[in-house]
C-alpha cells in the first residue's frame, strides 16, 4: 500500500492509519535470514504525519463526546429541578387542610426522591459512557504507542549495526 492509496481512500482516522501502518510492514521485503523487513520511508513517514494528524481528531471527537454528555446531563438536571419545583408548587397548593398538607408533603418527597434518582441514574449512565469511550481511545493510543515504539525500536537496532 502506498501513501497514495491511504490518501485516496480518505481513511485518515487512527485506526485507518494503523491499519496502512501495518500493511507496509506486512507487505516489506523481507531480509534474507532476519525477521526485518525494508518498507518504503516516504510511505511510512506519510502514515506516521498521518496518524499525528488523526490523533488531534480523535480527541477532538472525545471531547464532543463529553460535551454531549454534559449536554445530557444538564438537561437531566434541568428536569430533575423542574420536578422539584413543580412539586413544590403542588404542595404549597394543598396547605389547606391538615390531612392534604400531610399527603402533599409524602408526595413531594416522593417526587423529589423520584427526580433525585433519575437524576443519579442519568448521571451515572452519562459518566459510564464516557468512560467506555476514553477507555477506547486509550486502548487506540496504547495500540500507537505500541507500534511507535516497536518501530523506533527497529530502527535503533538497525542504527546500532551500522
Do not use: W
Not at 534474507?32 to 525494508?38: A, I, K
Not at 408533603?105 to 433525585?116: F, G, L, S, Y
Amino acid at each position: 500500500m502506498t501513501p497514495d492509496d491511504v490518501r485516496g481512500t480518505g481513511e485518515e482516522t487512527l485506526s485507518g492509519v494503523l491499519d496502512a501502518l501495518e500493511q507496509a510492514i506486512e507487505h516489506g521485503r523481507a531480509m534474507p535470514m532476519s525477521t526485518s523487513v525494508l518498507v518504503n520511508r516516504t510511505e511510512v513517514l506519510h502514515l506516521l504525519a498521518q496518524a499525528r494528524r488523526a490523533v488531534p481528531e480523535e480527541i477532538e471527537a472525545a471531547d464532543e463526546v463529553l460535551a454531549q454528555v454534559d449536554g445530557v446531563r444538564e438537561r437531566a438536571r434541568a428536569e430533575a429541578d423542574a420536578i422539584v419545583a413543580k412539586a413544590r408548587a403542588r404542595a404549597a397548593e394543598l396547605v389547606s387542610a391538615d390531612a392534604v398538607v400531610v399527603a402533599a408533603r409524602e408526595q413531594a418527597a416522593r417526587v423529589v426522591a423520584d427526580a433525585e434518582a433519575t437524576a443519579d441514574r442519568l448521571r451515572r449512565e452519562a459518566d459510564d459512557y464516557c468512560d467506555r469511550r476514553l477507555a477506547e481511545f486509550e486502548i487506540d493510543l496504547g495500540r500507537v504507542l505500541a507500534q511507535v515504539q516497536a518501530g523506533r525500536a527497529k530502527l535503533a537496532g538497525r542504527l546500532g549495526e551500522d
